[in-house]
């Protein structure tokens, strides 16, 4: 059974251009999350989907936007890019997003570098 | 509010020694979920292990234990006689019946493990 696929594994984009980053779940999993990791901080929460439905967003401001497909992939725009957004995001799938205790499998990231 | 502590930034052992991680977290819910997974230099988190709010008891596999403590609000991972593949960053995580399976990470702590 496939993981969970992210591309592209990298991504080089200069201040103000846009990034869209991909993500398709495991098989047979309807929720999809965001995290951004940035060198020397944790995981931060960005964004879950669930049914095609933007379920929660973390702290972060409105140029971080994405969107869940009728497939449960997923798609991670950012906008007017800054440096500070240089950072690996991981996606993460789990079985039912509402389900307290579910495990989220995720998957190895796309490192978006912003010069 | 979720918060999830994790004291050390970075510990560096070597090899055949034991270490503790400490995770430390904080949640209003009166059912909720910890998690602790590995994140090796590949960057993909890899689950390690769950235990909800309800289950005290320890829990040991292999040369992994964990130490949940309510009292304490602690939930801390030991590696038995360390080893060079154990070197990774260890990430605490925490879902309650408020945010589904939505997950609240520690900052992590880079575990290094030295022939």
């Known amino acids: 059974e496939a993981g969970v696929t992210q591309s592209p594994t990298h991504l080089i984009k200069t201040r103000g251009q846009q990034a869209t980053l991909r993500c398709s779940p495991i098989?047979?999993?309807?929720?999809v999350y965001w995290y951004q990791q940035a060198l020397g901080l944790g995981l931060q929460f960005l964004l879950w989907?669930?049914?095609?439905?933007?379920?929660n967003r973390g702290n972060f401001p409105p140029r971080f936007s994405g969107r869940q497909f009728p497939n449960y992939s997923s798609e991670l725009n950012v906008n007017a890019l800054e440096l500070e957004d240089s950072a690996l995001y991981l996606c993460?799938?789990?079985?039912?997003?509402?389900?307290?205790?579910?495990?989220?499998?995720f998957g190895e990231g796309s490192r978006l570098t912003v010069l | 509010a979720q918060k999830v502590t994790q004291a050390q930034t970075e510990i560096s052992v070597v090899e055949k020694e034991d270490v503790t991680l400490d995770c430390v977290y904080e949640?209003?819910?009166?059912?909720?979920?910890l998690f602790w997974y590995k994140q090796p230099p590949s960057g993909e988190l890899v689950f390690l292990i769950r235990?909800?709010?309800?289950?005290?008891q320890n829990e040991i596999s292999g040369r992994y234990s964990w130490n949940f403590q309510k009292s304490t609000s602690s939930f801390n991972f030991t590696i038995t006689a360390s080893q060079v593949v154990d070197s990774a960053v260890y990430f605490c995580?925490?879902?309650?019946?408020?945010?589904?399976?939505?997950?609240?990470f520690g900052e992590g702590t880079q575990l290094t493990v030295n022939p």
């Open positions: 993460a799938s789990s079985l039912d997003g509402d389900l307290g205790g579910g495990e989220l499998f």
């Open positions: 098989s047979g999993h309807t929720s």
């Open positions: 989907y669930d049914e095609g439905e933007e379920r």
């Open positions: 949640t209003r819910d009166t059912t909720y979920y």
């Open positions: 235990r909800n709010s309800f289950d005290e």
């Open positions: 995580a925490l879902s309650g019946e408020t945010s589904g399976s939505r997950l609240t």
